[in-house]
């Protein structure tokens, strides 16, 4: 197999999260790979922040978006060309905060996509400020008294909008994640992984987070379950929280066609309109 | 007065919203193009949804008409307010209006026209056991008007409604037969005239489905859209002919997720537009500038009403001009085109979206509410261009925005069909190099904006292939406007006893200065439906003109024909 990396010079600060999860998704890319899932057919997207600078570091095809759009682009790709695999890289700014709509309704849609959420719990590119995971409390240059709102949870947050498959890695845990990423986008439905991710420069959270987190033993049947050990104010668990096979948005729109493949010709335009 | 000595008959129909109006319109429309008249349907309506006022005019001859009539013919009045209303609409004494006398109880010693009326509520409550359809009576008096067989309506109903047909045509009938009885009554008020042979190729339609279908026929394959009138009908349109024509209608969480959805759509290869009116295209403009940069062909309808803000949402404007000429942030070329009827909207919608595969650059529709919704006999123009995809030389490794001579990167679309394992295609909203990987070096960040630059000169260059304006008239003052202000002109140039030369912006940028030239320094008149002139200012900004007069007209509405006509015998 080719190479996943590109040249590009690496910027994340050392020691950042980011590192374990750019090396699980190629991990995941390549146990795909041996899937009989073609790189032509992955596409990735991306929003702003130093999560989207994976789109550079990654071999594959897709758009480096807007801030907050990433997921909207994803869908908008995996509408016209269903054969694709799309991989959505968000921030939690940027998928829980400027694009929260478009993260909430490809879950309402069940849209067969993946959205890898890095929650690093601050904003970190831009010199980290408060975001919609940071906790209460939170000290940032734009909540220098320290952040009045409570976090959203991701993953109920999720559950409730309509993913069909919602995990949860830790980036420090890194083949772990790996398998957590293959088995999300081999999931038919729209798949969540919350990724628990230090951010060395404005929240470093390792050393509770590595006391905290806790492999999941099951994935819970009951939907309540999820949400109670996802919520656990105890134990950070990681794994499965839940998945489900529901119809997913692109074959209840239009089966097994293929909008950009099956296009259809001048000729037959013509034809139609003549009609 | 019959039409045999007067050019253009109009039919007015008005009630409350949810009676009707608009589909008796579209139906009496039908019914009229079939026995080949030419016809003009607005549709003046409010945003609510029960209640309220609506009205619909449909005017009709047996040359084409380009604009809707404030006065009319025939006059049918569902209710009191309606009756009130258009008490004076009448275009003589002879015209005739009926009304629905368990509701208004108009002064019929001094009628100022035939006034006839029915006990429609009554016969209503009589006949309907499903719920009742009070439009079914502006069909059945239309088609005693037109001297049409009760057959003849019996199947119109059968063919254009879906529900309660059998009550429908009972009430319909009876409708028809008092009318008919009453038919000395009416003789005067009758348009009495022959039709034209048959047009094949006429189809009653609006400014928005001309739209929709021409960019349909040059391979548009994904429509995105959030409701917003006077656009939302595009929307409607294509979701309507989804199973048919395997174009896809998606309505999105909003505006932003419409284009950036969209953008994902292209980034996979499909011909894909947006459109809005002027609020929701705000919304997109960050995902506007993004298609700049990432060099997306996208087609981007904006379909004006009176702003600023929410506005006025049924109504009519060009306040949008200067919005649709400045879209998005950041240097990149724009193109902004403006259909000047609705066979115009149908070719430009073509040729946009071709240009925009061409160059891989956004362009923008601009459309206003009167040309996008409202009907009229149009033929399809179907040599209109048509973007074929080539498959580009493979020069190892490919790269998305390689720099070429004229700008233009060769294009490869993740999972098609000629994309091998080792492709990588990468679109970026980030400076780039030409790999697509993200870049802040001086040296490539010129080159690619450079590279943009070529590309959007060989746009500019392009649109000269296209009819870029269009002329109606053979002298007079020149009177320069866009969109549904051209077809107001040509309707008012039948009656101006001046002469005037109506000069039809279609292309708005580029600036089409050579084909404008021979204007240079005349003495002009601008028509523009906005407090500001915008037109006007944006002529002179680009050419030298003795702007005589700018008319100015903004309250939502488009000029009667001949309100205009007289008008422009002041100014000219």
Not at chain 1, 145 to 158: H, V
Not at chain 2, 291 to 302: F, K, S
Request: proline letters at 5%.
């Amino acid at each position: 197999m080719r190479e996943l990396g590109t040249h590009k010079e690496n910027t994340w600060c050392s020691g950042c999260g980011n590192f374990g999860i750019l090396t699980a998704v190629k991990k995941a890319i390549t146990a795909l790979v041996e899937d009989n899932i073609k790189l032509s057919n992955i596409a990735i997207t991306c929003g702003i922040g130093c999560h989207g600078k994976i789109f550079d570091y990654l071999a594959l095809s897709g758009i480096y978006g807007l801030h907050g759009r990433g997921t909207a682009t994803a869908q908008g790709l995996k509408l016209a060309n269903p054969k694709l695999h799309v991989i959505s890289f968000g921030g939690d700014g940027d998928s829980l905060g400027e694009g929260l709509e478009h993260t909430l309704f490809a879950a309402k849609r069940n849209m067969d996509i993946t959205l890898i959420l890095f929650n690093n719990g601050t904003y970190g590119l831009t010199t980290g400020q408060f975001s919609p995971l940071s906790n209460n409390g939170y000290k940032g240059l734009s909540t220098p008294l320290g952040n009045i709102e409570r976090p959203f949870r991701a993953i109920p947050l999720l559950l409730e909008a309509g993913a069909s498959f919602v995990a949860r890695g830790y980036s420090a845990k890194i083949d772990h994640l790996a398998s957590l990423i293959q088995q999300a986008v081999l999931h038919k439905g729209f798949s969540l992984i919350e990724v628990m991710q230090p951010c060395v420069s404005y929240n470093n959270t390792y050393a509770d987070l590595n006391n905290r987190v806790k492999m999941l033993e099951i994935t819970p049947n009951e939907i309540t379950q999820s949400v109670k050990l996802a919520a656990d104010p105890e134990h950070v668990y990681l794994g499965i929280f839940y998945r489900q096979l529901l119809p997913v948005y692109h074959e209840e729109l239009y089966q097994n066609a293929n909008p950009v493949l099956d296009s259809l010709s001048h000729q037959q335009r013509l034809e139609l309109l003549s009609k | 007065m019959t039409l045999s000595n007067k050019k253009v008959s109009s039919i007015l129909i008005g009630g409350k919203a949810g009676e009707g109006v608009k589909k008796a319109a579209q139906v009496i429309a039908k019914v009229l193009l079939k026995q080949s008249y030419h016809v003009f349907q607005a549709d003046d309506y409010q945003s609510l949804i029960k209640g309220g006022h609506n009205f619909s005019t449909i005017s009709f001859a047996t040359e084409p008409v380009y604009n809707a009539y404030n006065s009319a013919d025939l006059l049918i009045s569902f209710d009191k307010r309606s009756m009130e209303t258009h008490w004076l609409d009448f275009s003589s004494s002879k015209s005739l209006h009926y009304y629905n006398d368990n509701d208004a109880k108009p002064d019929i010693t001094n009628p100022p026209c035939t006034l006839i009326g029915y006990p429609l509520t009554a016969l209503m409550k009589q006949i309907y056991s499903s719920p009742s359809n009070v439009s079914m009576a502006a069909i059945a008096l239309f088609f005693v008007w037109m001297e049409c067989s009760e057959a003849e309506l019996e199947s119109t109903i059968k063919q254009e409604f879906r529900y309660g047909i059998e009550d429908n045509i009972r009430f319909a009938k009876a409708v028809y037969r008092m009318a008919l009885a009453d038919a000395h009554l009416i003789s005067e008020s009758k348009p009495g005239l022959q039709a034209n042979q048959a047009q094949a190729n006429w189809r009653l339609t609006s400014g928005n489905q001309a739209i929709a279908m021409g960019a349909w026929l040059a391979g548009l394959d994904f429509y995105y859209g959030y409701p917003m009138t006077p656009a939302s009908s595009i929307l409607h349109y294509l979701a309507l002919k989804m199973p048919s024509h395997k174009v896809y209608a998606i309505h999105a969480e909003s505006e932003l997720a419409v284009a950036n959805m969209a953008i994902g759509s292209v980034v996979a290869g499909a011909k894909t537009a947006i459109g809005s009116s002027g609020g929701g295209f705000a919304l997109m403009q960050e995902a506007f500038s993004l298609a700049g940069m990432a060099e997306i062909p996208l087609l981007c309808i904006l379909v004006s009403r009176p702003g600023p803000a929410t506005g006025v949402s049924t109504y009519t404007a060009q306040e949008d001009l200067p919005f649709a000429l400045n879209q998005g942030h950041g240097d990149f070329t724009r193109i902004v085109a403006a259909p000047d009827s609705p066979e115009r909207a149908f070719s430009l919608a073509a040729e946009l979206l071709s240009l925009a595969w061409e160059f891989q650059n956004p362009v923008i529709l601009l459309s206003d509410k009167h040309l996008s919704e409202s009907s009229i006999n149009a033929v399809f123009p179907l040599d209109v261009p048509f973007f074929q995809q080539t498959i580009p030389q493979q020069n190892k490794p490919y790269e998305r925005y390689a720099v070429t001579d004229e700008g233009i990167s060769p294009l490869l679309f993740p999972g098609s069909d000629f994309v091998d394992e080792d492709t990588v295609i990468k679109w970026n909203s980030h400076e780039h190099l030409p790999s697509g990987l993200r870049t802040d070096k001086a040296e490539p960040m010129i080159g690619m904006k450079d590279k943009r630059a070529r590309k959007g000169s060989a746009l500019n260059e392009a649109t000269k292939h296209y009819q870029r304006i269009a002329i109606y008239g053979n002298s007079g003052t020149p009177v320069f406007a866009y969109g549904s202000s051209v077809l107001e002109l040509r309707e008012a140039q039948k009656y101006c006893s001046k002469p005037f030369v109506i000069i039809a912006l279609v292309y708005l940028l580029p600036f089409p200065s050579e084909e404008l030239e021979q204007y240079a320094n005349s003495q002009i008149v601008v028509l523009e439906h906005s407090v500001n002139g915008n037109l006007a200012t944006y002529l002179l900004q680009n050419m030298s003109l003795c702007i005589k007069h700018n008319i100015l007209r903004y309250d939502g509405r488009a000029y009667d024909p001949h309100e205009l006509a007289a008008l422009l015998e002041e100014v000219l």
